[in-house]
């Protein structure tokens, strides 16, 4: 409560020195890695699954976004749309008009956007059962390394198949929000901010059913999930379909609200890292704690990036560049959850696999059967 | 040693209940009960391996609750666990070695020869490893590793299975000799109940964590309902 | 020698060091050590600092780099690894607390690139180790002395297991650390002298990683998955598996990308992060106890058996 008090009160300070492009700025960061973490929790809060890989599915959506809605519009208006349409010096001068054809259509744009998502959620998933192959089998860190040589190749990858996504350059995607002309920024922002809702939403009704239990019964014990015959295989898969559909989404709402995709900037660091840093400490399991912890730190990392001359003068004097603390405060943000708030901000409620109310139920229509005490 | 209303047990997991128990010196304390009784978690806790919700361990006037397990051997408590009791990945010597981790160089030698002598059958294996050993070899081998340490009380856990019965005897009569002549005390735990309550002074029945009976060995012995029921001892 | 194998067992002997390390304190601590990715680039950048700023071979700097590593392993362990073992963490965790250490280490090798930039107006952000080299009969001496000294190390660290007290009781308390325990062995030394060595090895891995590739700040972030797979395919329970493993992982990398770019040309060097990965797939379903799991002491009478059966 205290903390959520604070929070409101550095957005207001930050609206009254920084003014409504900051905030936008900080809310645009918010419900992109909300998005992200928020299906991180999913799988590894709820699941139990060592995911390394988040940036796999935020890449397959933000690669998937990059290379083919634009590519359909092209071919739509007779523009070049084959592996030259990610070349930078054709996709220069494609793109923008493309972005002309959306801007003088609000259904045209709307349907680009939600197409570009659902797509991107398909890809998403496909990624997601894709490595749930492995991840049915491995356990803890065996799967963790595995996802995230495999996240460093999608990026390698990228960044060497020049048709995908323009390999070392960026490729451009047209601009849906070009229709509303000056309030691209807000409406982008608001757009975010509905899609983290639904994904709140969706995520807190996932974990509250049947299935949700599930998942927090094979997290916590193998065993005793198989033994009251829930299909662990099938359970594991969903789960990783649903999470990595979700960050893909996030990828792709980077993407689409950005302009460009360069495949270089889906490194582990940012995409992976950063990810785990805010659902540790928001406190994993914890959805509220998610969107508590993405919040702190990316204001935190904001206020630190622009007052860094102020802040960081006297490294400066020795030509370092205080743009390295970043990851100095990734770490030691992950450290100190480590060793002295290991359950977050807003540590996981424990809640039981039957409501109270149940157990009694059952228990009264059962009394005869005590259990016999040697 | 002196064990106050201990709860213990491994995790979140509570095993034992509100344990009283007494090991006066220089004897020998028996404690017998059924499988999963919770024996073995008693002296895990002793040791500083199980986990210690409340309750004290008080050994020589000095509660050393919660110390861990390598201060509790250098203090001289020599514990011979029921599982894992020899590195299988060691030769014989090594693991002798091992087992007097901080004694001198001679007087390492000097001990190794002697828990030699009580188990002759050792000498010929002393350069394989222990993993190779027959189960009952390695069980002598793991009470050899016990005895190295000259200790001041010794925990032993389950001494005789594995042992053919001429071996297991003669194993409790070397323990009979420990208290006798070096005035060992001795903590141990057997499923042979009937010889080790014959050797036994005191004996402590446990059953689901908790003491059911205490008293004399010979109590316990005699009494026909406990001993039948949980020792499966014929009245005589 | 095929011009890939020069630079090729350079790379490998770096990769049996580094993997060794993790496999180490993977056995002793529970922990995958993520760190090693920055240890690795920090006992680069030891041997690159003495070498441009004092002079002389690069190998003279090899003892530093090794002791700076086992330094950085002593603070992970006192401040970072001992408190979350004594509380019995889970194995992830201690593997997102080597991260955090990972990340802060690589803050410190990032300022200190800029540092020496701006002080000594150097350029450490691509660096060529091995222009620095020295020559050995006509050619340069990486390629031989580093595997013998790899070797060495190994040998004594071998002997140090085998013959001394102090190794023993390290074999003893990996195979079974409470029966150490109950002996009266001291487990936090181990574990110690643990992260002492592997983060030695770390950093002499570094070192030796630069005199084959080009050092950048982020040259050990972006081998870490070698080093990983290295240790997965040693079986991650043998140290010497996980030696051999990194070895073999190093030589197979250049050899293939080396074989495959001649046959498909150089689009190929940009899908080297395929090979871990590959690699750790076919360990972990083919054989999942790696190399360690094989039974190589049956495998010449099995193989023989299996020519028979073909013959007759
Ligand atoms: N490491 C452990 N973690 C969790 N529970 C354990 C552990 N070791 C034992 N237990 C449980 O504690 C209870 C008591 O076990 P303990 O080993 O103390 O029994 P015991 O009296 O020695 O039995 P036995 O005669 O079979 O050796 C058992 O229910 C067992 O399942
Ligand atoms: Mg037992």
Redesign the pocket.
């Given at each position: 409560m205290i903390i959520t008090l604070l929070v409101l009160a550095v957005l207001a300070y930050i609206f009254f020195t920084g003014g409504v492009p900051l905030l936008l700025t900080i809310l645009l960061d918010f419900a992109i890695f909300s998005i992200v973490t928020l299906s991180l929790n999913l799988e590894v809060g709820h699941t139990g699954i060592s995911q390394f890989g988040r940036v796999i599915a935020v890449i397959a959506g933000a690669f998937a976004v990059g290379a083919v809605p634009g590519r359909l519009l092209a071919w739509f208006m007779g523009l070049p749309h084959g592996a030259e349409y990610a070349d930078d010096a054709v996709n220069y001068t494609v793109v923008p008009k493309l972005t002309e054809l959306l801007a003088s259509s609000v259904v045209l744009s709307v349907a680009f956007l939600l197409f570009s998502l659902i797509l991107a959620a398909v890809c998403g998933a496909l990624v997601g059962w894709l490595t749930s192959r492995p991840a049915i089998r491995l356990k803890e860190a065996y799967l963790g390394i595995s996802l995230l040589a495999f996240g460093d190749l999608m990026m390698w990858v990228g960044h060497n198949w020049e048709p995908l996504v323009g390999g070392t350059t960026a490729v451009f995607i047209p601009d849906p929000f070009r229709v509303v002309w000056a309030y691209r920024f807000p409406a982008a922002v608001g757009t975010a901010l509905v899609l983290v809702f639904l994904t709140y939403v969706l995520v807190r009704r996932l974990t509250k059913s049947p299935f949700g239990r599930a998942l927090n019964m094979i997290r916590d014990s193998d065993v005793a999930a198989a033994v009251c015959g829930k299909d662990m295989v099938k359970l594991r898969t969903y789960s990783l379909m649903i999470g990595s559909a979700l960050a893909a989404v996030g990828g792709a709402f980077y993407v689409i609200y950005a302009g460009t995709c360069t495949a270089v900037g889906f490194t582990r660091l940012t995409w992976t890292f950063w990810p785990w840093a805010y659902m540790m400490l928001g406190g994993i399991g914890s959805d509220v704690g998610i969107l508590l912890g993405v919040l702190v730190l990316v204001v935190a990392r904001t206020l630190i990036l622009i007052n860094r001359t102020t802040l960081f003068g006297f490294l400066m004097a020795w030509g370092i560049d205080p743009m390295w603390l970043e990851y100095a405060l990734l770490g030691l943000v992950i450290i100190v959850v480590v060793l002295f708030m290991p359950h977050g901000l807003v540590p996981a409620k424990v809640e039981p696999v039957l409501p109270v109310e149940r157990v009694r139920q059952v228990a009264e229509r059962r009394p005869s059967e005590q259990p016999d005490s040697a | 040693m002196n064990i106050n209303r201990l709860y213990a047990?491994?995790?979140k997991?509570k095993?034992l209940f509100d344990l009283e128990m007494e090991v006066p010196a220089n004897e020998i304390t028996v404690v017998v009960?059924?499988?999963?009784?919770?024996?073995?978690?008693?002296l895990n806790s002793i040791m500083g391996v199980a986990t210690v919700f409340s309750g004290d361990v008080v050994y020589q006037g000095k509660r050393i609750t919660g110390t861990p397990p390598h201060k509790a051997a250098r203090m001289g408590i020599s514990y011979v666990p029921?599982m894992g009791n020899v590195f299988a990945g060691l030769s014989v010597s090594e693991n002798l070695q091992m087992a007097g981790y901080w004694m001198g160089k001679n007087e390492l030698n000097n001990r190794v020869d002697q828990v030699l002598d009580m188990f002759p059958v050792l000498r010929q294996f002393i350069g394989r490893k222990a993993g190779t050993l027959s189960g009952g070899e390695r069980r002598m081998l793991a009470i050899a590793m016990g005895l190295m340490r000259t200790p001041k009380l010794m925990l032993l856990d389950?001494l005789s299975t594995d042992l053919a019965p001429i071996i297991a005897k003669r194993v409790m009569n070397e323990v009979a000799r420990l208290r006798n002549e070096l005035g060992i005390t001795v903590l141990l735990?057997e499923?042979m109940a009937k010889r080790a309550l014959e050797i036994g002074d005191t004996a402590y029945l446990?059953v689901s964590g908790q003491v059911r009976f205490r008293g004399k060995a010979g109590d316990l012995l005699r009494d026909p309902e406990l001993s039948r029921v949980y020792l499966g001892i014929k009245e005589s | 020698m095929a011009p890939w194998l020069a630079s090729g067992l350079v790379y490998a002997s770096a990769l049996a060091l580094t993997a060794g390390g993790i496999t180490l304190l993977y056995i002793t601590t529970r922990t995958f050590n993520f760190a090693h990715a920055s240890m690795a680039t920090w006992g680069f950048y030891v041997a690159y600092t003495g070498t441009v700023l004092y002079g002389g071979s690069p190998y003279r700097y090899f003892p530093l780099s090794f002791l700076f590593g086992s330094l950085l392993g002593v603070v992970c362990y006192v401040g970072l690894n001992r408190p979350l073992l004594r509380r019995r963490a889970a194995e992830i965790t201690l593997m997102m607390s080597t991260l955090g250490y990972d990340l802060v280490l690589l803050s410190g090798i990032q300022i200190y690139c800029d540092y020496l930039t701006h002080t000594f107006r150097l350029f450490p952000r691509r660096v060529t180790m091995s222009s620095y080299d020295a020559e050995i009969f006509g050619m340069s001496a990486s390629p031989l002395i580093l595997p013998l000294t790899a070797i060495l190390i190994l040998t004594v660290f071998h002997l140090f297991l085998a013959k001394t007290k102090f190794g023993i009781s390290m074999r003893a308390t990996i195979e079974n650390p409470l029966l150490a325990g109950v002996s009266g062995m001291n487990s936090d030394k181990v574990y110690l002298a643990a992260w002492v060595v592997g983060g030695g090895m770390a950093s002499l891995g570094g070192a030796f990683m630069s005199m084959a590739m080009t050092g950048t700040p982020v040259m050990g972030m972006m081998t870490l998955p070698f080093m990983f797979a290295g240790a997965i395919l040693g079986g991650l329970y043998s140290l010497y598996g996980g030696i051999l493993g990194g070895f073999l992982v190093g030589l197979a990398e250049y050899g293939a990308v080396y074989y495959l770019a001649m046959l498909g040309g150089p689009w190929v060097l940009g899908y080297r992060m395929a090979i871990p990965l590959l690699i750790m797939a076919i360990v972990l379903l083919v054989f999942p106890s790696g190399l360690a799991g094989l039974p190589w002491g049956s495998l010449p009478r099995k193989l023989a058996g299996a020519m028979r059966g073909v013959k007759s």
């Open positions: - | 047990g491994y995790g997991f095993v009960g059924p499988n999963g009784a919770g024996k073995t978690t008693l029921q389950e735990v499923q446990l | -």
